[in-house]
């Protein structure tokens, strides 16, 4: 599956983004879909994923209450919508994508078998 990340930006502390992931080549209902990010100098983290229908998901701490995961199967897209924005959300996104990764194991950006081309997201203070 091919996947094309977009939203990025640049925003002000407090403010909102929001992430688009689109896929093709693939039955896009069979994946589980995810978002990382990645700091400069720091290993891509896990920030959420969404289960195949879209019935589970599953976030960071860090980003708990304020980013929200959700799929369109119709429109094979995965958004990531993030408010109340902070400096340390600055990092490039990914959107990642598997068909077979157990709940528990979701969130190891080693086990993905497909990958965005990531979106820079920055947050000014």
């Known amino acids: 599956v091919q996947l094309q990340a977009s939203g990025g930006g640049l925003v002000q502390a407090g403010g909102s983004l929001r992430l688009s992931c689109a896929a093709s080549g693939r039955t896009f209902s069979n994946y589980v879909m995810s978002w990382f990010r990645q700091a400069p100098g720091k290993e891509r983290e896990f920030v959420a994923a969404?289960?195949?229908?879209?019935?589970?998901?599953t976030y960071a701490d860090s980003v708990k209450g304020r980013f929200t995961i959700s799929r369109d199967n119709a429109k094979n897209t995965v958004y990531l919508q993030m408010n109340s924005l902070k400096p340390e959300d600055t990092a490039v996104y990914y959107c990642?994508?598997?068909?077979?990764?157990?709940?528990?194991?979701?969130?190891?950006?080693?086990?993905?078998?497909?990958w965005g081309q990531g979106t820079q997201v920055t947050v000014s203070s």
């Open positions: 990642a994508a598997d068909r077979s990764l157990i709940t528990t194991a979701q969130s190891d950006y080693r086990l993905y078998d497909y």
């Open positions: 969404i289960r195949r229908s879209g019935g589970s998901t």
